[in-house]
């Protein structure tokens, strides 16, 4: 059963990284504007030479 | 489209393909498409030269109508006043961020992120769509600050320049510090979680060695819950004490020191399993409500003064000849030049041009006023003429207008805080919990040491308030929502509970209870079917709102041609029709005496001949009637103006409240007044629009700013609302008393959970287990009971 502390140790470090990397993702302000991404995802990337109605 | 269907049918509509609006007879042609302008019309022009016709690919109409002139940004190229305003600058590069009010779809942003199509200076440009702002990178040598902002405008999206900086102001206010604190609560939380499963499920003899391991880990996890997460507490609940308050904080940093120190105890003596889920638990939904109550709106300032109204420059004139300086260094003495829709920033004389000023920001009196020279010009006004030459007899912050800002109102700002109910009841909780905490105690002490001292820590621990520290804020922040659905902005959860105990109601007149859009208009006169025709097309060719007006409710379709039309600004039109002249507009313009003097009324003359004269009046809002009635039967209704009272006998039918009508209220007027009310021990609550409202807005218990278009100027309040939901004015206070009944039950559900802990708890008997159990049922229990309740009476009360 010592493997157990090996298991938790694993754990612990994994839920670490994740932390660590919610804590980047909040000083990159990945966070800061949660609606325009989703907006501005959809938009197409080569325009169309003239709309025409 | 040719003419006789124009004539068959008066009313189809032809909207605009740039902003949806409908187009007038003459209609502007281009590339097949129909514009109500020639403002939209050159917009549309710039992004088809500039292939980037997609902006009408994603929304219909996404346009906005280009009516207002575009202010004049010389200012822009002073190095300083750029300086102030850029975020970043270099050798090359530029970032600045802007606030640009007309953004509002996805079109929106599709255009102003390509902004590097219309000019390759441009390297780069991100929208927050929510916040209306948008940072451009640009290169400097090769475009300026003004080039820049110049563009933007030309395809109609003006940024909004002014002294004070909205853009900064907004940036500093964040919840980065909060979110982390919950990070990091979460994170220890669920592992704590983990680790204490094996104990309550219980331990095989041959794994009782993880026992004391997992303790340890236990503990290593808790000390960053309570030294980080849970700091603040501390800090609030010490500085309460300081200041001998007791609020929920005192009682809920003692309940997370107690059960820190009694796990610390208990894991390194190892008599038992500590309380540490319990702590990151509570510490972790603690947090999370705290959030939750924090929500605010990234689009809306609350905190808007006449600086936000006021240019950042003014054009100065002196030997040299015109220069703009900011606004700070304008001086007594200074000669400045104000152009056609500008606004005057201090009190002056005028010395040079025809003044003809707005000041319905600062009076509430919507007709514009003629200055002639020589007099005195008060700040705040906007010019709507040609330029103008003023002398500078005041400081800026000095003025009739800003000196409202130095009214004890505005002093005292920081400390107007709402005593909430939370507020009340943790006064009295904490000092029952330390009787019962030290009764307990001292009842074990004689018998029975060990247990004195487990009794005490476990009332401590199972009364820690979590429940009741997140009624108030779930309960409110449901109802922030509701509200926020029907275009009624609430600055934050406490001016629910205030909105609750209002039993006076204060409104402005011009901008409040008037509708933003159309007239009643009646003639006095005579006038026949031909003289209709004639009036009717000497006005359609002024783009005047009046005109417009006119044209519109007189509904002739007949129409002569007009020569020698001319228009004289702020005074009226004229023009030959069938060989008569007729003449529209002002008593003065028509060399005769008026018979009223208020300002609402447009004279007619045809063929040197009186005819009558037209009255404007605005019209009142949607069931404002039935709104003043539902009102009147719970509250105390008052009504103060800045016009003249010419409206007093058309108000009296749906107002009958005559002693309470105040007119001609300059103010400072409103100001004292409010005070005057509060003097009387009422709970006054303050509806106004314009500048001239924002002393008694300020001073108001609760201050609500009634606008028609919510990115427009507001003056500083506690509340926003939208024209839209004016008329839902009884159902939000209703719906805001009954907040405070949800809040009021939710506490007494959580003090039920309370007691049952307690009865344990004196007793010694408290288990890790019951306690771990106990916490999270509590909370869930208020925070589905809060939420459900808060929507039924909403839907009680017709909000949802």
């Given at each position: 059963?010592?493997?157990?502390?090996?298991l938790?140790g694993?754990s612990?470090?994994?839920?670490l990284?994740?932390?660590?990397a919610?804590?980047?993702?909040?000083?990159?302000g990945?966070?800061?504007d949660t609606y325009?991404?989703?907006v501005?995802?959809?938009f197409d990337?080569?325009?169309p030479e003239?709309h025409e109605? | 489209?040719?003419?006789?269907?124009?004539?068959a049918?008066?009313?189809a509509l032809?909207?605009?393909y740039?902003?949806?609006?409908e187009?007038?007879?003459?209609?502007?042609?281009?590339?097949?498409?129909?514009?109500?302008?020639?403002g939209?019309?050159?917009?549309?022009?710039i992004l088809?030269e500039?292939?980037l016709?997609?902006?009408?690919?994603?929304?219909n109409t996404?346009?906005?109508?280009?009516?207002e002139?575009?202010?004049?940004?010389d200012?822009l190229?002073e190095?300083k006043?750029?300086?102030?305003?850029?975020?970043y600058a270099?050798?090359s590069?530029?970032i600045?961020?802007?606030?640009?009010?007309?953004?509002?779809?996805?079109s929106?942003?599709w255009?102003l992120?390509h902004l590097?199509?219309i000019?390759a200076s441009?390297?780069?440009?991100?929208i927050d769509f929510l916040?209306?702002?948008?940072v451009?990178?640009?290169?400097?040598?090769e475009m300026s600050?003004?080039?820049?902002?110049i563009m933007?405008?030309?395809i109609?999206?003006?940024?909004l320049?002014s002294?004070?900086?909205?853009?900064?102001?907004?940036?500093?206010?964040?919840?980065?510090d909060?979110?982390?604190?919950?990070a990091?609560?979460?994170f220890?939380?669920?592992?704590?979680?983990l680790?204490?499963f094996?104990?309550?499920?219980?331990l095989a003899?041959?794994e009782q060695q993880f026992k004391?391991?997992?303790?340890?880990?236990?503990?290593?996890?808790?000390?960053?819950v309570?030294?980080?997460s849970g700091r603040?507490y501390?800090i609030?609940?010490?500085k309460n004490l300081r200041?001998?308050v007791?609020?929920?904080?005192f009682p809920l940093s003692?309940?997370?020191?107690?059960?820190?120190?009694r796990?610390l105890?208990?894991i390194v003596s190892?008599?038992?399993?500590?309380?540490?889920?319990?702590?990151?638990?509570l510490?972790?939904?603690l947090l999370i409500?705290?959030?939750v109550q924090?929500r605010?709106?990234?689009?809306l300032?609350?905190?808007?003064?006449?600086?936000?109204?006021?240019?950042v420059?003014?054009?100065?004139?002196?030997?040299e000849?015109?220069?703009?300086?900011?606004?700070?260094?304008?001086?007594?003495g200074d000669?400045?030049?104000?152009?056609?829709?500008?606004?005057?920033p201090?009190d002056?004389?005028?010395?040079k041009?025809d003044?003809v000023?707005d000041?319905?920001?600062?009076?509430?009196?919507s007709?514009?006023?003629q200055?002639v020279?020589?007099e005195?010009v008060?700040?705040?006004?906007?010019q709507?003429?040609?330029a103008?030459?003023?002398e500078v007899?005041?400081?800026?912050s000095?003025s009739?207008?800003t000196?409202?800002?130095?009214?004890?109102?505005?002093?005292?700002k920081?400390?107007k805080?709402i005593?909430t109910?939370s507020d009340?009841?943790?006064?009295y909780?904490?000092?029952v919990?330390?009787?019962?905490a030290f009764?307990?105690?001292g009842y074990?002490?004689?018998?029975d040491?060990a247990k004195?001292?487990?009794?005490f820590t476990a009332v401590?621990?199972i009364a820690?308030?979590?429940a009741?520290?997140?009624s108030?804020?779930f309960?409110?922040s449901a109802?922030?929502s509701?509200?926020?659905?029907n275009?009624?902005?609430?600055?934050?959860t406490?001016?629910?509970?205030?909105?609750a105990?209002?039993?006076?109601?204060v409104?402005?007149?011009?901008g409040?209870?008037?509708?933003?859009?159309?007239?009643?208009i009646?003639f006095?006169g005579d006038l026949?079917?031909?003289d209709q025709c004639?009036?009717?097309?000497?006005?359609?060719?002024?783009?005047h709102p009046l005109s417009?007006e006119?044209?519109?409710?007189?509904k002739?379709?007949?129409?002569?041609?007009?020569?020698e039309?001319q228009?004289?600004?702020?005074?009226g039109?004229q023009?030959?029709?069938n060989?008569?002249?007729?003449?529209?507009g002002?008593?003065s313009?028509?060399?005769?005496k008026?018979?009223?003097?208020?300002t609402?009324?447009?004279?007619?003359?045809?063929a040197d001949?009186?005819?009558?004269?037209?009255?404007f009046?605005?019209?009142?809002?949607n069931g404002l009637?039935e709104?003043?009635?539902?009102l009147?039967a719970?509250?105390n209704?008052h009504?103060?103006?800045?016009?003249?009272d010419?409206?007093?006998?058309?108000?009296?039918?749906?107002f009958?409240?005559?002693?309470?009508?105040?007119?001609k209220?300059s103010p400072?007027?409103k100001?004292?007044y409010?005070q005057?009310?509060?003097q009387?021990?009422?709970?006054?609550?303050?509806l106004?629009?314009g500048l001239?409202?924002?002393?008694?807005?300020?001073?108001?218990?609760?201050?609500?700013a009634?606008t028609?278009?919510?990115?427009?100027f507001?003056?500083?309040c506690?509340?926003i609302?939208d024209?839209?939901g004016f008329?839902?004015?009884?159902?939000?206070?209703?719906?805001?008393?009954?907040a405070?009944?949800?809040?009021?039950m939710?506490f007494?559900?959580?003090?039920?959970?309370?007691?049952?802990?307690?009865?344990f708890a004196v007793?010694?008997l408290?288990?890790p287990l019951?306690?771990?159990i106990?916490m999270?049922?509590?909370t869930?229990?208020?925070i589905s009971?809060?939420s459900?309740?808060?929507h039924l009476f909403?839907?009680?009360n017709k909000l949802i």
């Open positions: 059963m010592n493997i157990l502390y090996f938790i694993c612990v470090l994994l839920a990284i994740f932390l660590m919610f804590f980047w993702a909040m000083k990159n990945q966070n800061d325009t991404p989703g501005r995802i959809l990337d080569d325009l003239k109605k | 489209m040719n003419n006789l269907s124009t004539q049918e008066p009313d032809t909207l605009c740039h902003c949806g609006n187009c007038d007879e003459e209609q502007y042609h281009f590339e097949d498409k129909n514009f109500c302008c020639i939209c019309q050159s917009v549309y022009k088809s500039n292939q016709c997609n902006y009408y690919a994603y929304n996404p346009g906005k109508t280009q009516d002139a575009s202010s004049h940004y200012y190229d190095p006043i750029a300086a102030s305003l850029l975020d270099d050798d590069i530029s600045i961020t802007l606030y640009i009010p007309a953004i509002h779809c996805s929106c942003l255009l992120e590097y199509k000019n441009i390297v780069n440009s991100r916040k209306k702002q948008v451009i990178t640009f290169k400097n040598k600050l003004r080039e820049l902002v933007l405008s030309s109609g999206y003006e940024p320049i002294l004070q900086d909205v853009v900064k102001e907004q940036n500093k206010v964040s919840d980065r909060l979110i982390k604190k919950i990091v609560a979460g220890c939380f669920g592992n704590v979680m680790l204490s094996p104990e309550y499920f219980g003899t041959f004391s391991f997992f303790g340890w880990l236990n503990l290593v996890f808790a000390l960053p309570v030294i980080y603040d501390f609030s609940a010490w200041n001998k007791l609020n929920l904080d003692l309940g997370i020191a107690i059960m820190f120190i796990s105890y208990e190892g008599t038992g399993a500590g309380f540490v889920d319990t702590l990151c638990g510490v972790f939904f409500g705290k959030w924090q605010t709106y990234h689009h300032s609350f905190e808007r003064d006449y600086r936000s109204y006021f240019p420059a003014v054009t100065l004139i002196n030997e000849g015109e220069k703009p300086i900011p606004m700070d260094e304008l001086k007594v000669r400045i030049l104000i152009r056609n829709n500008e606004v005057i201090a002056t004389i005028l010395m041009g003044a000023i000041f319905s920001f600062v009076t509430g009196e007709a514009p006023v200055k020279l020589g005195v008060y700040a705040g006004g906007r709507i003429n040609q103008i030459e003023l007899i005041k400081p800026v000095q009739y207008l000196s409202l800002w130095n009214n004890e109102a505005f002093e005292k920081k400390k805080k005593d109910f009340t009841v943790s006064r909780f904490s000092i919990l330390l009787i019962v009764g307990s105690a074990w002490m004689f018998s040491t004195a001292w487990q009794s401590l621990i820690c308030p979590c009741l520290a997140l108030s804020p309960t409110l109802v922030l509701i509200f926020d659905k275009k009624f902005y609430l600055k934050n406490a001016v629910v509970e205030q909105l105990r209002i039993n006076t109601l409104f402005d007149k011009t409040t209870i008037t509708a933003p859009e159309g007239f009643r009646s006095e026949s079917y031909e004639l009036i009717s097309s000497v006005a359609r060719n002024s783009g417009r006119l044209v519109k409710w007189m002739i379709s007949e129409y002569f041609p007009v020569s039309y228009e004289i600004p702020g005074k039109i023009g030959m029709v060989n008569k002249l007729v003449k529209i002002s008593a313009f028509l060399n005769i008026s018979e009223k003097k208020d609402g009324t447009v004279y007619i003359q045809i001949h009186y005819a009558g004269y037209f009255s009046r605005q019209k009142w809002r009637k709104l003043f009635a539902t009147g719970k509250l209704m009504l103060l103006s800045g016009d003249q010419s409206e007093k006998e058309f108000l009296i039918p749906s009958p409240w005559e002693e309470n009508m105040h007119f209220q400072q007027n100001l004292d409010i005057k009310l509060q009387d021990k009422n709970k006054v609550m303050m106004g629009d001239n409202d924002a002393g008694a807005l300020k001073q108001s218990d609760l201050g609500i009634v028609d278009n919510i990115n427009n507001s003056p500083g506690d509340a609302l024209g839209a008329e839902k004015l009884p159902q939000f206070i209703h719906q805001a008393k009954d405070v009944k949800v809040i009021h939710s007494g559900i959580s003090l039920t959970y309370n007691v049952v802990g307690l009865y007793q010694g408290l288990s019951f306690a771990a106990l999270p049922l509590s869930v229990t208020i009971f809060t459900i309740a808060t909403a839907r009680k």
